[in-house]
Structure formats: structure tokens, C-alpha cells
């Protein structure tokens, strides 16, 4: 790009500090480019606000694209942390950066659901959480849910206590159990997976794309129900 037509990359800079919908309670620009910031492509100037994750996109898309090349008639994974709208036809995703803790377990179950309606259908989120220490039966249910999720994985900070299915002895039956019963489950999740890369949708059921509302007459005689059960 031509110097002279560089944008003052200060200019607006506070806008960005009062965004509606913030993904973090941290500033956008934290362990990476000021939100202000512009990349020049073409003699063109795109805002680092408005094209952040498209790294992450296009690092996937040339991953791709070169394994594509090397294990023709093979399938590979590959998995990010970056997405952008399109990631799915080039990798899966993983939500990472999670606590040991119920409310991060409960979170997954949205995470998942949200990315399998963005169009990338392959995500799951770290069992037990990349953050914090998780034992006994919070590690055993983070393992029962995530045998359902499309991408079961379980890694974490090195400064945490050990995550393996195998390390509780306590609880090693139970994991075990659960592992097993995702097993029984991989043929069906193929199949969705292969579904979803012809035609596109979720691989996991998401409730409005299964369910239809109740009709006025329903919910009358639900509330009738009620009533005369006070």
C-alpha cells in the first residue's frame, strides 16, 4: 500500500471500548493487535476489528489445502482455535480456555450447540478444563457429556492436576463406561459428520431444527392441567 494513504490507525480508537456485546470483560486488543489497526491487501485497508479472525480462517484453508496434496486419497483432521464463518469446510474447533468447574462444563453444552449452528459442526470443548483442578464426580460428568459431543478431547494447563481417564482410580470405571458407550455412537456420528459435508446442518441435534412449537390449543390445555392439579 502507498504510504500516503495509510489511516491514522488512531482514529475512532474508543469506539471500540463501547461495543455492545463484549466476548471478554478484557480488552479486545489484549495479546494481540490494537482493535484500531489496519492490514493492507490490494491497495485496500481492512480494520484489524472487522478481520481478526480471518488468520485463523485462512491458516486453515492452506493447512487444507496442503494435506490435500500430500494424503490424496487419505482424511485428515485439523483443528483450531481461530474461526471464521466457512471454517468448518477446512477444520474443526475446540473451545479451549475453559475452568474446571460446573459452570464451564454447563457452558460446553452451548458452545457446541452455538458452533454446530455457525457451520462448523466438529467441536468440543477440553473435559475437565484447560484451567483449574477437576476430580471426582465433576471429572466423571464432564466425561459422560462429552462422550455426546462431536469432538471428545481432554488436555490442560501443565499446572493443573492430570485429566486422564485413567488417573482417578475411583472414578476410572465410570470414564470408562462412558468412553465405551461413545464408541457404540461412532458410526452414527460419522454418518452425521458425512451428512453435514454434503449438505451442510448440525451433527448433534439442535432443538429448533427438531422440535416444533406447541400450538395455541396445547399449551391451553397444559395450563388447564395445572390448574387442576392446584
Known amino acids: 500500500c502507498k504510504k500516503s494513504k495509510i489511516p491514522d490507525p488512531f482514529h475512532n480508537a474508543s469506539e471500540f471500548d463501547y461495543i455492545q456485546y463484549r466476548p471478554t470483560p478484557d480488552p479486545l ?8 489497526a ?3 491487501c ?3 485497508f481492512y480494520k484489524q476489528y472487522n478481520t481478526h479472525n480471518l488468520f485463523g480462517l485462512q491458516v486453515a484453508k492452506a493447512t487444507h489445502e496442503s494435506l490435500s496434496g500430500i494424503f490424496e486419497d487419505k482424511r485428515f483432521l485439523i483443528a483450531s482455535r481461530s474461526t471464521w464463518p466457512g471454517s468448518g469446510h477446512y ?3 475446540w473451545l479451549a480456555e475453559n475452568y474446571g468447574t460446573w459452570d464451564s462444563m454447563i457452558a460446553s453444552i452451548s458452545g457446541v450447540l452455538n458452533f454446530n449452528i455457525f457451520g462448523i459442526p466438529h467441536v468440543g470443548a477440553p473435559i475437565g478444563g484447560f484451567y483449574g483442578n477437576c476430580t471426582g464426580e465433576l471429572l466423571i460428568r464432564w466425561y459422560q457429556l462429552a462422550s455426546f459431543h462431536p469432538l471428545m478431547l481432554s488436555y490442560s494447563s501443565s499446572n493443573t492436576n492430570p485429566k486422564e481417564a485413567y488417573v482417578d482410580e475411583s472414578a476410572k470405571q465410570l470414564i470408562k463406561n462412558a468412553i465405551l458407550e461413545r464408541y457404540k455412537l461412532l458410526s452414527w456420528m460419522y454418518s452425521q459428520m458425512f ?3 454434503l449438505w451442510g446442518g448440525s451433527v448433534i441435534p439442535v432443538s429448533y431444527t ?3 412449537l406447541p400450538t395455541k390449543a396445547q399449551v391451553q390445555i397444559s395450563v388447564v392441567a395445572v390448574s387442576l392439579k392446584k
Open 29 to 36: 486488543e489484549r495479546t494481540t493487535l490494537p482493535m484500531a
Open 38 to 40: 489496519y492490514h493492507c
Open 42 to 44: 490490494n491497495d485496500m
Open 91 to 93: 477444520s474443526s474447533h
Open 195 to 197: 451428512e453435514s459435508f
Open 210 to 212: 427438531h422440535l416444533t
